[in-house]
Each structure stands twice: as C-alpha cells, then as structure tokens.
C-alpha cells in the first residue's frame, strides 16, 4: 500500500528506478497486461510505473455512489492502492519502510476490506454495484406507487459509500494532510485524559451484560483481569479466540473519541502512541475482550435448557439475531472446550462449531453486543457524519473537524440510546420496557458523575458537591445523553473556551485561538492606541500549554502544569496572581478547593464529604 506524501517525496524516475529491481516483473507485467517475452518488456513497464506514480500521488478516486454506474466494482478503500508484486518478502518490507504504511494499518486496512467484501457480497451478490443500484431503484419505485415523498435513498448511498470504501478516497492531498496533521496534533494535545471517559464503559457493559442475560456484577473485575492482562489472561484469551480481532481494531479502539484513524506522518505515530500510554487503547480493548470471553461461558450455560424454558430477554435476542429453535438446539450438542491451561475451565467456543451458517448467527450476536458494551465507531454514525464528503475536499475536511471528539456520543446514540429505543418498542416484558432506558439514565449519569470527580482529584482539586451543575457533567461524561447532552450541556464559561471552541469543535477553537494571539495586539495598536504586546509571552504560553502534546496526559497533567507552565506564568504573567486568586474563587463558590499544593504537596486531605452532600453553586 502507497503514500502518496512518502511517494511524492522523490521524483517519478527516481522511484521508478528504486521499485523496478524489487519487483517480480513478470507477475506485475501480466497484471498489467504486458507480455514478459516482448523484446521491449522492461521499457514498458517503467511506462506503467510511471503512469502508477501519477495515479498514487493524483489518484483515479472512486466515484460516490450517487454518481457510479451498475458496472462499477468493489475495489481496496486506500484509493490510491495499487497493485504491485515484489520478488521477495525482504524487498516488500524495505518499500513498504519507504514509501508505504505501517505494518499494522496494512493488517487493518487489510480485514477491513475483506470483510466488507464479504459482507457485501452475502447482502447483494456478486455484482455489488448493479444489485445495489437495481434495489434503490425498485424502493424509489415503490415508495412512488406508495406516495410516500421522503426517501431514504440518500441514507442507503451514504452507507455504501461508507462501506465501500468511496468516503475514505482522498482528493485533494495537501489539503488532506493538513487536515489530518491538524486533527491528529489536537489529539496529542486534548486526549491525554480520555482514558478517565472510557470507564464509562462499566456502565455500558452492565446494562449490556444484563440484556443479554449474563451476570452483571462481573463487569469490573473482567475489565481489571483484561487490563492488567497477565501471562496466563493473555494465553486464555488468545484460547478463547477473542483476541486476534482486537489486533486488527486497534487504531479503531485508538479512534473511538476522536472518529479518524489517524494512519501516517509523525503526527498520526504521536496521536497513536498516546491512545497506548493513556491506557485509553489497551482500556477499550480490555472492556471488549472481557465481554466475548465472558459471552462463551453464558453460551455454555444457555444452551444447556430447554427451548421451552428460555426466558423472555433469551427470545428477544435470539429474535433479534435470527436464532431458531433448531440452531438453539444444534447449538447445545456442540462439544464444550477444556481449557489447556485450566482443566476445570470449560466453555462453548463459538470458532469450533463447523456448520457455518450456525456459527456466523453466533458470532454476529456476540460482536454486536460486544459493540453494543463497548461503543467505538459505528458505520452509521460515520457514514452519518461525513454526509459523502471526501478527504481533501474543502467540505469533507470541515465536517471531519466538526465532528472530531463527538464520535462517542454519536456513537452512543446509534448504540445504546437506539438500544433503549428498541427496547421500549419491542421488547415483550413491560418491565423490561421500562427499567432498560431508566438504567441507562441512572448508571451512565452516576458513572458519569465519578468520571467528573476523579479528573476533579486528578487536578488537585477537591470533589464536587451534589448540585445541578454536578448532575448536568455526569450526563455529559457518562455518555447517556449523546450528542445534544456533549453540545447543550457544556458549560462553555469555564477554560475560557468560546461558543465556537465549546460547539464546532477544538479545529475551529485553535483556529479561534490562533486569530485572537495574533489579531489582538495587532487590534489594540490600530483602534485603541494602546501596546498590548506585554500580554503576547503570557498569552502565548497560555497556548502552548493548551497545544503541546502529551501535556493533558492523565497522570502526569498535574505535575506538568505545577513544574513547568505554572512556573513560567508566575515569571512572566504580571497578573499570574490575580488569575490564581480568581480561580480559587471560582472553586470556592463551588463549595471547594485545592488539596493539592503549587509544588505537588499534600496540604490536606480532599473533602470527601462533598461526594454525597448536596450544595448549590453560589451566585
């Protein structure tokens, strides 16, 4: 797989020389429809490359759904692929180093794309692109027959083009560039707590855990078992066989918050690595892991009763999944597996059942509710967000600058919330009805409450009492409300952050910021005759602590901020302060204080009174 930036680095004939010895040419020449005996084989395929030179850096991108004819194909989601082969392993590893992605995005990239191709063909047949267009045509028809006016054939393209690849094919690679550089230097810079929201997860997991059918109260200590993750979990997961897919959704598990896979460039390899030593990364997969091992010993104990004594919740998700009574039955005279490592381990391993079509039902239930526990990026929520816009296009590189951050709580809407929905509707037990999304309310809201008093003691700060204020942040960081609870229940006063900076998203706040440092002094001199260039240095490292990467990072961020940034507002900020005296007065009001001295000393003990009393802001 190319790059196009790593490629456009040296000249067309410079990479023509430097790719054609490592080739196995007569494979590639018939590929490229050049016959190896030709005396003039070798000057023809230097043609071709040169000619592949131009498609990787300018591209033949994919065309949108809306615009492609019924004889269009399914081809790999990088746009700007192509196929080549290399003699050796050795000369494919040394381009790739060069000029082409990391070994593990090609992993991703790769079961990606040959899942979809599969996917796709199960759902439409073997011409993706005709059956598709033929089936949006028959529904147009019929909702005219119908007279129904509003078609959902536009949400039916957006989905294709998401999973066919179409959204992703850049078009225009500078501007992509920046955008992506842009996007993944603010996740180094504004991520480094999100490890404390994914523990939001718990939550999650119980209400999924308890739809489903499995003990609830396990939830934590599978997270803490996966996480710590031993040499002997290590070895019952990869037994369990609920491992090997995480490794393909890494840098899905890294994009959870932020919605883009960040792939290539010094800045991608930062943003990547702080999703690991955040925790955030190795946290999300522990949470998924822990639910499909978890998943195989309630299948174990599920399949051992009869049909007839299944309860309600049971049938409503065997229905939701198309679980009959035969595959239930089939299912309970699958061989259970021993553990190698723990004889009195014993559990029903969906990967060992033979009949495919049973398996593929069992599968699809215990992923989708994996996704369902552990929300990550959904196809439609992003297909959703990006509206078919492209990469390096001036509309695709605003929408993925809006929407970055928010991927949770969207996601969170076309999971659980949608869930809850479901359930409302459907579910057979009014109970179930009604404790579903009254749960879901009170448990993501409580979790979400603790998130925002532990992020509270991780600043020093002492914890929050009861009030309305408390209770609006819980709803937010516990993700129960979604998106509208992320946008309307910011409290956009604190840090000042802006309107702007609070609603479309930390690209346009740095944009925002980046005016305001240099338009202000600018702004003074001209209209007010006044020099304002004393504030530049304060100003400035008000900045730069705000931009620098890794400098949010969860468990360091105060003692970074009290040795380095504070030292330095104190020598060059006049008014350091009288902005100190403001806050403390502002968490005063809150019914609070600091616990935690300016050099990282333990004055007292935080009030952890405040955790259970309720107490109103003051005016």
């Not at 498609?55 to 759904?65: E, V």
């Not at 979990?233 to 899905?252: C, F, N, Y």
Request: charged share 25%; no cysteine.
């Amino acid at each position: 797989t190319h790059v196009a930036y790593k490629v456009g680095k040296v000249e067309k004939s410079v990479w023509v020389d430097e790719i054609f010895p490592a080739l196995d040419k007569a494979r590639t020449g018939k590929l490229l429809d050049l016959d190896p005996e030709d005396a003039n084989f070798d000057e023809l395929l230097k043609t071709e490359l040169s000619k592949i030179y131009d498609n990787i850096l300018h591209g033949d991108t994919k065309s949108a759904f809306a615009n492609a004819d019924e004889g269009f194909k399914l081809s790999l989601k990088n746009a700007h692929s192509r196929v080549l082969f290399f003699k050796d392993a050795d000369s494919w590893l040394n381009y790739n180093k060069q000029y082409g992605k990391d070994v593990l995005v090609l992993l991703d990239e790769y079961m990606d794309h040959a899942s979809m191709q599969v996917a796709m063909l199960r759902v439409f047949g073997p011409n993706v692109g005709r059956n598709a267009k033929r089936l949006t045509k028959f529904a147009k028809d019929y909702d005219t027959l119908a007279g129904v006016t509003k078609s959902g054939s536009q949400k039916f393209g957006r989905m294709f083009d998401h999973l066919s690849g179409a959204e992703f094919a850049v078009k225009g690679e500078k501007l992509a560039k920046l955008g992506s550089n842009t996007r993944a230097l603010l996740v180094t810079a504004q991520l480094g707590s999100a490890y404390i929201m994914t523990l939001a997860d718990l939550s999650y997991g119980a209400l999924t855990r308890m739809l489903v059918g499995m003990p609830a109260h396990k939830t934590v200590n599978g997270y803490a078992k996966f996480l710590w993750n031993s040499k002997n979990t290590k070895a019952l997961a990869r037994e369990a066989r609920v491992v090997a897919h995480e490794i393909g959704d890494e840098l899905k598990n890294s994009s959870r918050f932020s919605g883009e896979k960040f792939e290539s460039g010094y800045m991608s390899w930062a943003a990547n690595k702080l999703m690991k030593v955040s925790l955030l990364a190795p946290g999300t997969a522990a949470s998924r892991t822990s639910f499909k091992y978890e998943f195989q010993f309630h299948l174990r104990d599920l399949v051992k009763k009869p049909w007839e004594q299944l309860d309600k919740t049971t049938m409503y998700m065997y229905k939701r999944y198309g679980i009959t009574k035969a595959d239930h039955v089939a299912m309970g005279k699958q061989k259970l597996y021993t553990s190698r490592y723990d004889r009195k381990v014993q559990y029903l391993r969906i990967g060992d059942v033979e009949d495919g079509a049973l398996r593929h039902k069992y599968y699809a239930m215990m992923f989708a509710e994996t996704e369902t526990a552990v929300p990550t990026i959904m196809a439609r929520s992003r297909a959703f967000m990006m509206q078919n816009s492209n990469p390096g296009t001036l509309t695709g590189e605003a929408w993925r600058s809006f929407w970055l951050f928010k991927n949770f709580p969207m996601t969170i809407m076309y999971t659980q919330l949608a869930r809850a929905a479901n359930v409302m509707l459907t579910h057979p037990s009014h109970a179930a009805r009604v404790a579903y999304p009254a749960a879901l309310l009170v448990f993501t809201s409580s979790m979400g409450i603790l998130l925002h008093q532990i992020k509270n003691l991780l600043k020093g700060e002492d914890p929050a009492p009861l009030n309305a204020s408390t209770i609006t942040k819980g709803l937010m960081y516990g993700g129960g409300g979604g998106f509208f609870a992320d946008v309307f229940l910011q409290d956009t006063s604190q840090y000042g952050r802006s309107f702007v900076q609070g609603v479309g998203g930390p690209v346009f706040g740095l944009i925002e910021d980046l005016v305001k440092l240099g338009q202000k002094p600018i702004h003074d001199g001209l209209y007010r005759n006044k020099n304002s260039l004393d504030k530049l240095g304060p100003e400035l490292l008000t900045f730069l602590s705000k931009y620098t990467p890794y400098n949010n990072l969860w468990y360091t961020r105060a003692a970074t901020n009290a040795l380095i940034f504070d030292n330095l507002k104190r020598n060059i900020d006049p008014k350091y302060d009288a902005k100190k005296r403001r806050y403390l007065k502002r968490l005063q009001k809150e019914h609070r204080g600091r616990w935690l001295g300016d050099n990282l000393d333990i004055e007292r003990q935080p009030k952890w009174g405040n955790i259970h009393s309720w107490n109103p802001v003051e005016n």
